[in-house]
């Protein structure tokens, strides 16, 4: 048992090792259900709710930033940092992985990707408004928090520039977004094309509202701090309470088995809102739990947190691997099947630890010598006696 990292808030790793958890295993779980009895299904949409909790606690940290910097939003520094802070945390790991899903698309499928695909994954535009990825389809989240990233803090940014009053700003900038992807899947329910699945759910301007119920979770922990610890626990059990109610109705019972719920208007357009809600009812219980020392299992959840954005990128091509490559016979035998599950499992994780080393951190690294000089560019020299804006530094 060693003293805990206080730079970490350990209830926020344990919601983000428990979002990735369940993405790996209801995608993992694939090589295990021919073997498995009918109820072991209902294990299967923990990849949905993995997702959707990713994105509530991103929009959960991420709003917090921008609040910290407050009306220095209006300065292109701050925001030009805030940029690149995120790029070099996001872009290099993922483009890495663009490359390697064209190589996996060749080799697992014998497709040649042409330079066009690639290039608009490679700047998430193949899910923007559309939803048509011929290779590489679980890029389709990193796709919408990308492009949170980039257009939340212009918007803010921009409003700034017509009034210097943050939290109006800042609220509306966040409510217009909350509404017009809440209003765009009500619309686009009655498509032709529209399915909860593969179409509101994957689409980037379909979802920025999961992201917006995190922003302003975080917006109510800063500025309302009392109301946010008053009852965490009674939050945390609501919310469980909802999300299970939320899951139940993915699922319907027909002809003595488990099935998919039909893809009816409520799927297509409020539940991903309640789920979002749900998840954020949990912060903060979360938020507030912190370690004041370390052992084995809490030093294993931080480690999961810390490499969950590897392990999204790395499991699914290691499945297509595995599938393609394992045991011929993997449907016929629980012991194969089972062999390849725990491989999957910790080789993604073993791969997910290298990547992280590596790489990420490498890179993560290089962004603190660029932010400066990003900062010193846009941030006006001070004349007189006044001082150099901070907040960039």
Not at 132 to 144: C, D, G, T, Y
Not at 192 to 221: C, H, K, N
Request: charged residues 15%; positive net charge; glycine residues 8%.
């Amino acid at each position: 048992m060693t003293h805990a990292d206080k730079r970490r808030v350990f209830g926020l790793d344990c919601l983000r090792a428990l979002a990735i958890s369940s993405v790996l295993f209801a995608h993992g779980f694939g090589l295990l259900y021919p073997q498995m009895p009918a109820w072991f299904g209902l294990l299967g949409h923990g990849g949905f709710y993995g997702v959707e909790l990713f994105f509530v606690l991103s929009g959960f940290l991420i709003g917090r930033i921008l609040i910290r910097y407050d009306t220095d939003l209006g300065n292109p520094g701050t925001v030009g940092v805030f940029y690149i802070r995120r790029w070099f945390r996001t872009l290099p790991l993922f483009w890495l992985f663009v490359v390697l899903n064209v190589l996996l698309e060749f080799q697992v499928k014998d497709h040649p990707v042409s330079l066009g695909e690639v290039l608009e994954h490679g700047f998430f535009l193949r899910t923007f408004a559309t939803y048509h990825p011929v290779f590489f389809p679980e890029a389709w989240s990193l796709a919408i928090e990308e492009w949170f990233y980039l257009l939340f803090p212009a918007a803010i940014w921009l409003g700034l520039r017509f009034r210097r009053r943050f939290a109006p700003v800042f609220l509306t900038v966040a409510a217009t977004f909350f509404l017009f992807s809440t209003i765009g899947r009500m619309i686009s329910a009655y498509g032709p094309d529209a399915t909860w699945a593969e179409w509101q759910r994957v689409i980037v301007i379909y979802r920025f509202d999961g992201l917006m119920i995190g922003v302003f979770a975080g917006w109510i922990s800063l500025r309302w701090p009392e109301f946010w610890k008053a009852r965490p626990r009674l939050s945390a059990a609501i919310g469980c309470l909802l999300l299970f109610a939320l899951y139940c109705s993915l699922w319907r019972w027909r002809d003595g088995q488990f099935g998919f719920a039909p893809d009816d208007y409520f799927a297509r357009t409020f539940r991903f809102t309640l789920v979002s809600l749900g998840f954020a009812l949990l912060l903060p219980w979360a938020s507030l739990w912190k370690l004041e020392n370390e052992n084995l299992a809490s030093l294993a959840v931080r480690k999961i947190a810390l490499w969950s954005y590897a392990l999204y990128l790395v499991h699914i091509p290691l499945i297509q691997l595995l599938m393609k490559y394992g045991y011929q016979d993997w449907r016929a035998s629980f012991s194969h099947a089972l062999i390849l599950f725990v491989f999957e499992i910790g080789g993604a994780i073993l791969l997910s630890a290298l990547l992280f080393r590596f790489f990420e951190k490498p890179c993560t690294g290089l962004r603190e010598r660029v932010a400066p000089a990003v900062a010193k560019i846009f941030t006006p020299e001070p004349t007189g006696s006044s001082q150099p804006n901070q907040s960039c530094k």
